[in-house]
């Protein structure tokens, strides 16, 4: 069956305990193996996907992950990139100049590992990710110059990322997005989930109609009005629900398996 779902994580696959549900793994895993494509598609990095990539079997062949917003599009074994957008030690200098003056804390995310820059203070980002990925506490100027970065992640108040979302898109060198109230993301200019699925859609000959697309924040956006099926969960932030197709229940109700039970009953009622 030529279609496919794409999935947020965080507060939409998964669930407050950060896992998938039994009842979303079944519905999937039976998708699946219809020949629907399941596509991961997360804020993440690769390590922190991979546990729930495993706990889906998502790794047959043309099996396709999404990490970094968009930033990586790759072989769900990470055996083979299909694309990936980076951000340059050098690109990074106005945001280095603007934490000097703005006084808020920088952690660089590179493919696997986190550079936590200690002249800007320690953020809890760390606590967030530290299981997944390796932390170097460090400053800029010790990095070396040929590190790239997938993105950069400032951990401040609503009111704090706000402020610096709007400063930081002045500059027109990035794209900022939203991927917790208090997590705000530096990715490359022009990068989003939608392109990443874009890329992934092409690669595997699937028209942009026959994709639905779960998410619950600010960086789904793109990806909920790209899908020929965006839906918003129970859970989601207000301006997701404004643009989506459809609105299912919580992540905590399982509220990706509800809307895919009505959707394929055909297949899942087998």
């Known amino acids: ?17 950060k896992e998938i549900s039994r009842r979303n793994k079944s519905v999937l895993k039976k998708l699946h193996n219809s020949g629907i494509k399941i596509i ?13 990539l495993e706990n889906l079997d998502l790794f047959q062949p043309n099996d396709i992950c999404i990490c970094f917003n968009g930033g990586l599009v790759e072989s769900s074994d990470a055996k083979q990139k299909i694309d990936s957008h980076t951000i340059s030690k050098d690109d990074l200098i106005p945001v280095i100049k603007l934490a000097e003056s703005e006084h808020f804390t920088l952690d660089l995310v590179a493919e696997n590992k986190v550079y936590s820059l200690a002249e800007f203070g320690k953020s809890h980002y760390e606590d967030y990710m530290g299981k997944f990925m390796p932390f170097e506490n460090t400053t800029f100027d010790k990095i070396p110059i040929d590190v790239v970065f997938f993105k950069a992640m400032v951990i401040g108040s609503v009111s704090e990322n706000t402020k610096l979302r709007t400063q930081i898109e002045k500059l027109n060198l990035f794209h ?7 997590f705000l993301e530096i990715l490359p200019l022009k990068v989003n989930k939608a392109v990443g699925l874009k890329t992934a859609l092409n690669y595997l000959n699937i028209d942009r109609k026959d994709l639905i697309a779960f998410g619950d ?52 009622n087998n």
Not at 176 to 182: L, V
């Open 40 to 52: 991961l598609c997360s804020g993440r990095p690769y390590n922190s996907l991979r546990p729930y």
């Open 217 to 268: 924040e600010a960086n789904d956006q793109e990806m909920i009005e790209f899908a020929g099926t965006g839906v918003a969960m129970g859970n989601a932030v207000p301006e997701l629900k404004e643009i989506a197709d459809e609105i299912t229940v919580s992540n905590d109700l399982d509220g990706v398996a509800v809307f895919l039970e009505k959707v394929f009953p055909q297949i899942l």
């Open 176 to 182: 900022t997005t939203r991927s917790h109230p208090t």
């Open 1 to 17: 069956m030529n279609k496919a779902i794409a999935l947020d994580m965080d507060n939409t696959l998964l669930n407050s305990k």
